[in-house]
């Protein structure tokens, strides 16, 4: 460390301990008084530490009185000065930087199939707020097949899914997802999807009870009355007015309330112009025909049978049942007698096939 | 809350620190400040530093002290973009997200300008906010708010930093993303 002299009582201080105050180098015990006299001639009172300008202020080397260059307070030699200018980035700095930007473009390379799913999952999810479900389902469906796994994926699609109706599809993502399990289970969606798939369960446990009470004469109201609390719990259910209508329609032939049963025939054959309700009205006009004894209406029975089996377009099992139906439907026309199918069956096919 | 020493921080979340510093660099060679001193990353305290010349020019201080917390908050986002729909909504296991993600709450971390950076625009910022700087008035509210944050690093505020645009970045991104 260089050593200077104090302007003011001449000692000899290290550089350490030397201030300067306008141009003058000070020791530290007379520095206080000159800086006073200073502020009170009106000159600018600005203390700093001594700096000795024959070294770089930088690198120590020496550079004598006047050499290197002036940087602010400090002097520096010329190669310091060119790196205090214009300070360079580190060779290995620029490397990484490098090395970071490429990670960057393989991320986003790599990340593509992630971006598509997750843009699937976000469209499927503003379509399940706007209450889209079916147009959400086949963005949240293709997200599902890169993850399985997602807990808001697997979610939103069971919600999607359960009310528009699909309840297969929510059972395969409830099921394919960890086992069924949900990180966490309090969450008000988890609960919502829980609460839905549960009304579903219920809902076809009822219809599954209907359908069997359906086939048994003389339980038909009760029949209808299961099926339309099984609509209540979950309205979701695909074709549901198709659904009620038609055990309505086993509730107005078991009362022989022909006209009833007719209107809901016609109201479902104008909803879903389908082979299935091409035979209900050809069933409920035949039965018109037997107690009336318009042949309009068997003319009409008949032409919806035909229609049914041109819709059936084939398909052997509908042709089957079919058959099976218009052998009635003859009989219903040709006898003027209106009875149930077990009745029939019992009648003409014989136990063991009644019993099918 | 625990304590985790800054050194253990700084050394886990070194990329952080190492762009903090590349970016005040940066802004201080794009202004022409003279630069003394570079530490890109240290066992200490503070992990990493530049030490250039003050100026009088604003925007170059602005820049210089703000700059690095604009940088690392957008490499934050960017890194975890990459990441997050993988890791957070798609349950994806996959190892190079997860470096992602690191990188991103790394950086994001060290976003947060230091005490001293912010007392420069502190005190320079007023008078120009009177006179209709426009970076003088942004940078009020914004140094105030980083003040704050400054000294809720104890409790962790510069890894809720981090987490918070790691997380509503890219949730923002791809929701508008989602849009088009």
């Known amino acids: 460390m260089s050593q200077v002299s104090c302007c003011e009582c001449s000692k000899t201080v290290s550089g350490g301990e030397a201030y300067e105050l306008n141009g003058k180098v000070y020791c530290g015990p007379c520095v206080p008084a000159a800086a006073e006299r200073a502020e009170s001639a009106g000159q600018p009172v600005s203390v700093t530490r001594y700096v000795d300008k024959s070294i770089c202020a930088r690198c120590n080397t020496y550079i004598g009185d006047g050499g290197g260059i002036e940087v602010g307070n400090a002097r520096l030699c010329l190669a310091c000065s060119e790196r205090v200018q214009d300070w360079p980035y580190p060779q290995w700095l620029k490397l990484s930087l490098a090395g970071l930007l490429l990670l960057l473009a393989f991320a986003l390379i790599h990340g593509r199939k992630y971006f598509q799913a997750g843009k699937d999952l976000y469209r499927g999810e503003q379509l399940v707020e706007k209450g889209q479900f079916k147009d959400a389902l086949p963005y949240l469906k293709a997200t599902m097949k890169l993850a399985p796994n997602s807990d808001k994926g697997a979610l939103l699609t069971a919600k999607a899914a359960l009310l528009s109706g699909d309840v297969q599809t929510a059972a395969q993502v409830l099921q394919g997802h960890n086992n069924g399990r949900f990180e966490n289970s309090d969450k008000p969606e988890f609960l919502e999807v829980k609460r839905l798939w549960s009304n579903a369960n219920t809902a076809f446990e009822k219809l599954d009870k209907a359908t069997k009470l359906e086939a048994q004469d003389g339980s038909e109201a009760e029949a209808a009355k299961l099926a339309h609390e099984a609509v209540a719990i979950y309205p979701q259910l695909p074709y549901a007015n198709l659904l009620l209508d038609e055990y309505d329609e086993g509730v107005a032939f078991a009362k022989k309330d022909y006209d009833t049963y007719l209107a809901l025939a016609e109201k479902d054959w104008g909803l879903v112009p389908a082979s299935r309700t091409a035979a209900m009205i050809s069933s409920a006009l035949a039965c018109k025909y037997a107690v009336s004894g318009d042949s309009t209406f068997r003319q009409r029975s008949e032409e919806m049978l035909a229609k049914a089996k041109e819709m059936a377009n084939g398909d052997k099992q509908t042709l089957d049942r079919l058959a099976e139906f218009e052998e009635r439907n003859r009989y219903r026309l040709e006898s003027r007698q209106i009875i149930t199918k077990s009745a029939y069956d019992q009648k003409f096919r014989g136990a063991k096939n009644a019993a099918k | ?180």
């Open chain 2, 1 to 180: 809350m625990f304590f985790i020493p800054g050194q253990v921080i700084a050394l886990l979340t070194f990329p952080g620190v190492i762009i903090h510093e590349t970016a005040h660099l940066f802004f201080c060679k794009l202004f022409k400040l003279k630069v003394f001193n570079v530490c890109f990353f240290r066992f200490g305290n503070p992990a990493g530093y530049v030490i250039h010349e003050t100026t009088e020019n604003f925007t170059a201080m602005f820049f210089v002290s703000l700059g690095p917390f604009m940088i690392n908050t957008l490499l934050c986002v960017i890194f975890c973009t990459a990441a997050f729909l993988p890791v957070w909504e798609l349950q994806v296991t996959d190892p190079l997200a997860y470096f992602y993600y690191w990188l991103g709450l790394s950086i994001g971390m060290h976003a947060f300008p230091s005490t001293t950076d912010l007392s420069h625009l502190w005190k320079a910022a007023p008078a120009l906010a009177k006179k209709g700087n426009l970076l003088a008035i942004l940078s009020l509210p914004l140094s105030a708010v980083l003040v704050v944050l400054n000294y809720g690093r104890v409790i962790w505020a510069d890894l809720g930093y981090g987490i918070a645009v790691g997380v509503l970045g890219p949730l923002a991104i791809f929701r508008a993303f989602a849009r088009m």
